[in-house]
């Protein structure tokens, strides 16, 4: 989902980012609560310190709260539009401007750090993780299978060729890849695959999730090239879907990976 490159661009308005985890919610095969699944995995004690880094809206640090847990939870994120939409709904959890591959925390002051689908848009992953593993004693890595959403990405590379906009670049840690790259990092490295699948029966959903991909700097500040492409998806979607017999099953996987040093 993204590349270094434009992620700062990608992520200045925490509007699409919000666009794609509705959508993940609402039409989810099967609801697989990823918090959850995350909190089981981790099983925090009492007292357990968690730094989250590129924390976005701060969803998961919020859902560890609201359950009652009582440790230190700080959130992490380069972007200030995603950290105020994080201050606004949880304002007992510190949440701090920072890079990743900069950590400004002292060795093992995290008993968990958590980087959940964001290590792909890092430029210096090696540089990441080491910083990661220098602050936390545990480490928890959340991203996407090369294989998730196969009829999206054809789609999205459909518009990309069609609109002369940048294709998307392979992801550069996805489900896949994970195990080797962490595995340079951490001696121990435990892997959890959860399957689903989003399923559609109308189109706008499918192309308001393709759209909330748009780095504001190009298509999304230009109205009347925005809504161009928004009808023309709108309408490869529903032509599909018919092709399809009005259901548009796309499968998905998510890798969740538990490290020790
Ligand atoms: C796909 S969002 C994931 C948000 C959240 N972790 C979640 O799972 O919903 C990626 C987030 O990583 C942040 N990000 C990207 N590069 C970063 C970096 N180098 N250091 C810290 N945060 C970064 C972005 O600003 C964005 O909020």
Redesign the pocket.
């Known amino acids: 989902?993204?590349t270094?490159r434009d992620?700062?661009r990608?992520?200045a308005s925490?509007d699409p980012?919000k666009v794609?985890?509705m959508t993940h919610r609402r039409y989810e095969e099967r609801p697989i609560d990823?918090d959850a699944a995350c909190a089981g995995i981790m099983q925090l004690a009492d007292e357990a310190s968690v730094l989250?880094?590129?924390?976005?809206?701060?969803?998961?640090l919020g859902y560890l709260r609201d359950r009652g847990h009582r440790g230190r939870l700080v959130g992490?994120?380069?972007?200030p539009a995603?950290l105020a939409e994080a201050e606004r709904a949880w304002p007992d959890v510190t949440w701090v401007q920072?890079?990743?591959?900069s950590l400004a925390f002292g060795e093992g002051e995290f008993t968990w750090v958590?980087?959940?689908?964001?290590l792909y848009?890092?430029?210096d992953l090696p540089r990441?993780l080491g910083a990661c593993a220098r602050v936390g004693e545990r480490f928890l890595a959340?991203t996407n299978s090369e294989r998730s959403l196969p009829r999206i990405k054809e789609l999205r590379q459909e518009m990309a060729a069609r609109f002369g906009l940048a294709p998307r670049e392979p992801s550069s840690f996805s489900a896949e890849d994970a195990p080797g790259i962490l595995g340079s990092v951490f001696a121990v490295v435990r892997a959890c695959t959860l399957e689903n699948a989003l399923v559609f029966s109308e189109p706008e959903p499918i192309a308001a999730y393709i759209a909330s991909g748009f780095a504001p700097a190009d298509v999304r500040a230009q109205p009347e090239r925005y809504a161009e492409i928004r009808s023309w998806l709108t309408a490869q979607a529903r032509r599909r879907l018919q092709e399809l017999g009005g259901v548009w099953r796309d499968p998905k996987a998510v890798g969740v990976f538990a490290c020790r040093r």
Not at 52 to 60: A, E, L, W
Not at 98 to 101: A, I, R, T
Not at 114 to 118: K, L
């Open positions: 989902m993204g270094p992620a700062s990608q992520y925490a980012l794609r985890i990823l989250d880094v590129g924390t976005g809206p701060g969803g998961f992490l994120d380069t972007s995603m920072g890079d990743v591959q958590t980087a959940r689908h964001m848009h890092v430029p990441a959340v």
